[in-house]
């Protein structure tokens, strides 16, 4: 710290600018970080939002029948192979696929 009454050195004045360029980084470097997990919230809710405007069938295994599920449900994983509307009423009229219990995927499906 330069003495009172005298001009600081360009050393002192050098040291002071890197302290504060740390804290500008250091700030900035914060703020990217809540930036980065805003951003993975947003991405996570239109995910779940997408899910649950799309209906899954989960596939038929040996003497079950397929299911159809929401696209949110949590009782049946699969995040892929999501169909739309039109498709789930096809798929509730197959003879081989019937409605998750649980998350009842034809309410306001057939309304």
């Known amino acids: 710290m330069p003495e009172q009454g005298r001009e600081p050195s360009d050393l002192e004045k050098n040291r002071i600018l890197l302290d504060w360029l740390r804290w500008q980084v250091g700030a900035t470097e914060r703020r990217i970080r809540e930036l980065e997990v805003q951003e993975a919230q947003e991405r996570a809710r239109r995910e779940r939002a997408r ?16 299911l159809l599920h929401r696209g949110g449900c949590a009782t049946y994983k699969g995040q892929v192979g999501f169909i739309n509307r039109e498709e789930a009423l096809i798929a509730l ?16 499906l057939t309304s």
């Not at 899910?51 to 397929?66: D, F, G, N």
């Not at 197959?94 to 009842?104: Q, S, Y």
């Open 93 to 108: 009229a197959e003879p081989d696929i019937e409605p998750c219990e649980v998350c009842r995927p034809e309410t306001g």
């Open 51 to 66: 899910a649950e405007m799309s209906w899954k069938i989960q596939p038929q295994r040996s003497s079950q029948v397929a």
